[in-house]
């Protein structure tokens, strides 16, 4: 019968802002987390396609010794040529996984930002809160 009671005192905390702004702003906030994880998917799915595409141009340099003279240096450029445009794919989908992961933590700030104003938390506590790492 006590726990009951206490538990009626303590105030109750939304886990969904009801705040009509708050509430578009949480709504935008997930929307933006939902599209940068698939983003983030795809753009490591596409990295692993370009490093196995990487490796697999180097291991025909080992068909090259069996290639006939005057074809083995046309063969060796396209080898070379392969190699450039994969490893320049591999840097540009590290690179859109890293915008990804960082849009990905911005929605979560978001998130955390419409709930912690719509909860009713105290505000001395909202920002010893908001101060903490992820």
Known sequence: ?????????QPQYRPT?????LKRLDILG????????????????????ASYDF???NK?????????GDRRADF??????GQLISRMALQAFLDTAGTAARATATAVVMRRSSWLSASG???????KVEDLPL
């Open 60 to 68: 025909l340099f080992e068909f090259a010794s069996y290639i006939l």
């Open 76 to 81: 060796k450029s396209i080898l070379i040529e």
């Open 17 to 21: 802002p009801q705040d009509k702004d």
């Open 121 to 127: 938390i105290p505000k001395d506590l909202q920002t």
């Open 30 to 49: 997930r929307k933006v987390y939902t599209s940068s994880t698939l983003q983030f998917r795809i753009a490591n799915y596409s990295a692993l396609l």
């Open 55 to 57: 490796d697999n141009y």
């Open 1 to 9: 019968m006590d726990a009951v009671a206490q538990r009626t005192k």
